[in-house]
């Protein structure tokens, strides 16, 4: 059962500011249905959006990729996300949105131009990653990655992301880092970097990840901190033989994968534990925001 401050919190839906106990969705919305639809995941510091014009970038680059119309322009969906911000006292916050196609006669083919799209959104405090995952870092297991080829699209269909999540905890482990036919994609939920000699390598912004909006934001901090960065296809081995494992996502920011199928990841003073280069990049975006979001 939900707790009642939650059921309470005001949400939005289909123009409507209500309590989520009275948020309403028809059995027949293509959301539920068919998985049709895209959303997004904004994280909120002191009540300001970090890297906004990136994540409407991804929207609208995930809606046109479905052939879906975007229902407001890109100043609506500012207002709404601060509006929506505006319901929780909570300076630090995230924000989640989706559209779905609409509601309409379950048929593969898509409904009438004339469907209106389904819009809900909703905001939580924001949780930092717990101390312990923090300083101690991240325990992880390989899987094949057998989710669908159109991984850079953000669509609402998770099941295979949930599989892997869930079996990473059925392990015991806190996530996974997955593999197609050989070479390193992406966690459960999360991009994957690799560090080798002090260089950041990650895999390729194609059809098989999830460009996140920390994809970018690491290119920048590897500049700003000296860090080289390289952008190719990662073999499993090279992640087995990896000095430091980073996972980046707008909720973890960026934390350390410190066990790998068991055995630690690192070298020397580093040896299951944060290395050097995740410290730099974790401090360097910290200050990314307090520079974006004061």
């Not at 410190?258 to 944060?274: A, I, Q, R």
Request: glycine share 8%; aromatic share 10%.
């Amino acid at each position: 059962m939900m707790p009642p401050e939650l059921l309470n919190r005001i949400v939005y839906l289909n123009g409507e500011w209500l309590p989520l106990k009275d948020a309403k969705v028809s059995v027949l919305d293509r959301g539920f249905i068919f998985g049709d639809g895209i959303y997004e995941v904004v994280a909120l510091y002191n009540k300001k959006p970090f890297r906004m014009e990136q994540h409407l970038d991804r929207l609208e680059r995930s809606l046109a990729k479905i052939k879906l119309k975007n229902p407001f322009t890109r100043e609506g969906w500012k207002d709404l996300v601060a509006k929506l911000a505006a319901t929780l006292p909570d300076p630090d916050q995230f924000i989640y949105f989706q559209i779905t196609r609409g509601v309409a006669k379950r048929d593969f083919g898509f409904p009438s131009a004339d469907t209106v799209p389904t819009v809900f959104a909703i905001t939580s405090p924001f949780e930092p990653v717990p101390k312990a995952q923090r300083e101690g870092g991240l325990s992880l297991i390989k899987l094949p990655d057998l989710r669908w080829l159109r991984c850079d699209v953000k669509v609402v269909s998770l099941l295979g992301a949930v599989l892997a999540k869930q079996d990473a905890l059925d392990e015991g482990v806190h996530d996974c880092v997955m593999f197609r036919d050989g070479y390193l994609t992406e966690s459960s939920s999360a991009n994957v970097w690799i560090v080798k000699d002090g260089k950041m390598i990650a895999p390729p912004r194609d059809n098989l990840i999830l460009e996140g909006i920390r994809y970018g934001l690491m290119q920048e901090m590897a500049e700003a901190t000296g860090v080289p960065f390289e952008v190719r296809k990662i073999t499993e081995a090279e992640v087995d033989a990896a000095d430091e494992i980073l996972i980046t996502s707008a909720t973890r920011e960026v934390v350390a994968g410190t066990v790998l199928n068991g055995k630690p990841v690192g070298k020397g003073d580093y040896v299951g534990k944060p290395g050097p280069v995740y410290h730099k990049f974790y401090a360097a975006y910290q200050d990314a925001k307090k520079r974006l979001c004061g």
